[in-house]
């Protein structure tokens, strides 16, 4: 339950809320405010959409900067996240008006439009079958999918067709910062165990959230984006777990801007400008892992 709902079951006054209304933002709202700032900085900044979603809306985002490395930041895989999708507009917001050098930031505060305006963590697809779409994607290990939805197969067409070299997916809501193999295998380390520490240090330097292999600090969980950029292209690939809650206060999400988004920053500054030459994956699998996946991160 988010924060308004929690008001209206208690019948307390809804004037209370700040005028930015963060908790009860709408996709709607979403645009306006990547509109909003590409607005305020027409130079540096556009609009793009990616191909398709199983949504009557096209999933919006910002271009920032014109630099030759691209980096990504996309949010909301889970509907229900409304933190993320917080984050990363602060970080677009925070972003054009100080470009990252040498950089071209494509933020997407949302990937799946249908839940989060329905608050859910699932995406409907075009069967109106509730899908999770964050184990839609390939993975060596295994996936729920691959590509029942439209939305994973237009973000994994865009890193592609983009050569996007370092990218940061957000969500809540573990405090954490983490890096690949997050699948089901005990062979957890890739050969940029020490890279990928680096950057997570970077990363966490304000928010002073848990580190490490995704498995070991979550659990395995194939056919999530995070794996699938690395183990597809290379991507130096982080999952953020922002906050404590998937129901943050708005005075919760200004925390979690403070402490994240130059968090964020710095983590695609220390990337590589190349991306990873070695990223198959050479473990075993080891499916019983599998079996401890949530579904609730
Ligand atoms: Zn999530």
């Given at each position: 339950m988010n924060g308004f709902m929690l008001k209206v079951l208690l019948g307390?006054?809804?004037?209370?809320?700040?005028?930015?209304a963060q908790t009860n933002r709408t996709y709607a709202g979403v645009k306006a405010a990547l509109q909003k700032i590409n607005g305020e900085h027409p130079q540096d900044t556009s609009l793009f959409t990616l191909?398709?979603?199983?949504?009557?809306?096209q999933i919006l985002g910002l271009k920032i900067g014109n630099g030759p490395q691209k980096s990504l930041v996309v949010a909301?895989?889970?509907?229900?996240?409304?933190g993320s999708t917080e984050i990363a507009l602060a970080f677009a917001a925070s972003a054009a008006a100080d470009l990252l050098p040498s950089q071209t930031v494509f933020v997407i505060p949302v990937l799946n439009i249908s839940g989060y305006d329905a608050r859910t963590r699932e995406e409907r697809d075009a069967k109106g079958i509730y899908r999770d779409p964050n184990r839609d994607y390939p993975g060596p290990c295994g996936t729920?999918?691959?590509?029942?939805l439209k939305s994973t197969k237009s973000l994994a067409d865009f890193i592609e067709r983009e050569h996007i070299v370092n990218s940061a997916t957000l969500h809540t809501a573990f405090p954490t910062v983490v890096y690949p193999w997050?699948?089901?295998?005990?062979?957890?380390?890739?050969?940029y165990t020490d890279t990928f520490r680096q950057l997570a240090t970077a990363a966490t330097e304000d928010s002073h959230y848990q580190i490490g292999n995704s498995t070991s600090v979550m659990y395995a969980a194939d056919g999530a984006f995070e794996d699938y950029a690395f183990w597809k292209h290379g991507i130096w690939s982080m999952l953020f777990e922002l906050g404590?809650?998937?129901?943050?206060s708005d005075r919760d999400i200004d925390t979690m801007v403070r402490i994240n988004v130059p968090g964020i920053r710095r983590m695609l500054l220390a990337?590589?400008?190349?991306?990873?030459p070695h990223h198959a994956f050479t473990g075993a699998c080891d499916m019983r892992l599998g079996s401890y996946d949530r579904h609730d991160e």
């Open positions: 307390l006054s809804l004037v209370a809320l700040p005028a930015h191909n398709a979603s199983d949504s009557k809306d909301t895989h889970h509907g229900n996240e409304y729920e999918g691959p590509f029942h997050g699948i089901a295998t005990r062979d957890l380390d890739t050969e404590f809650s998937h129901s943050p990337s590589p400008v190349m991306p990873a």
